[in-house]
């Protein structure tokens, strides 16, 4: 596609639910990245991927959060048992190589809100 | 801990005016700099990038910055604002290399500044 596309671009849910957050980067880009972006926060680093390996995945901030990435393309987040503080705007970015010095390009985001 | 502070949370300023949005970050040995901006309902996107040599980077719209090693510092400048530069701006680094001795798109983010351009 032309840009990073990301679905839902809503979604609410309970407490104590699942969620899956997906992501569809850049046509041949190799680098993935998801970051959130919440009120008390700001904008954090979650995970990146190289291919459909994590090589970084510090910014998880507990292990109810998991990603995957597969065939180097689609990417998806898991939450389980959401809790409130979990609210956030969840953003995906990809990158041609993965190096430094690349631009990002950001999809819109998931605004997820939990009950 | 790598940090970006954002000195200003929201900018207020009338069109055709000149605005400076602040930056700071940690210091480290080496570092890449970038300014993001986000416009209402949309991704975020590049505006420039600081990755080495002259210290004054242009970017697009008319935006430009600043590198300043001794001050830490990489300010965000349009001589001329538009109404439609009203959206959120980030300062984000990348200080490397990191614990694999690499460098990639981790970047640390400031807590962004508003800038509302008025008529």
């Known amino acids: 596609g032309a840009g990073v596309s990301q679905s839902p671009s809503n979604k609410v849910t309970e407490k104590g639910k699942d969620v899956e957050l997906r992501c569809d980067p850049i046509?041949?880009?190799?680098?993935l990245y998801w970051y959130r972006q919440s009120l008390g926060q700001g904008l954090e680093f979650l995970i990146y991927?190289?291919?459909?390996?994590?090589?970084?995945k510090s910014g998880l901030p507990s292990d109810r959060f998991s990603a995957e990435r597969t065939g180097g393309s689609v990417s998806t987040l898991t939450i389980q048992r959401t809790q409130q503080e979990d609210s956030a705007v969840y953003l995906c970015a990809s990158s041609l190589t993965g190096t430094g010095t690349e631009k990002l390009f950001f999809g819109s985001g998931t605004q997820l809100s939990v009950l | 801990a790598q940090s970006v502070t954002q000195l200003d949370s929201q900018v207020p300023v009338f069109e055709e005016a000149p605005v400076e949005l602040r930056c700071n970050y940690s210091?480290?040995?080496?570092?890449?700099l970038f300014w993001y901006v986000q416009y209402p309902n949309q991704g975020l996107q590049l505006l420039l990038k600081y990755l080495s040599g002259s210290t004054l980077v242009k970017g697009i719209n008319g935006f430009e910055a600043e590198f300043n090693k001794s001050q830490t510092s990489f300010h965000l400048r349009k001589p001329s604002v538009h109404i439609s530069d009203t959206a959120e701006y980030f300062c984000a680094v990348i200080h490397f290399p990191n614990a694999g001795g690499t460098s990639y798109g981790k970047l640390t983010f400031g807590q962004g500044t508003i800038l509302t351009v008025h008529p």
């Open positions: 210091s480290s040995v080496s570092v890449y």
């Open positions: 046509s041949g880009h190799t680098a």
């Open positions: 991927f190289q291919g459909n390996s994590a090589p970084d």
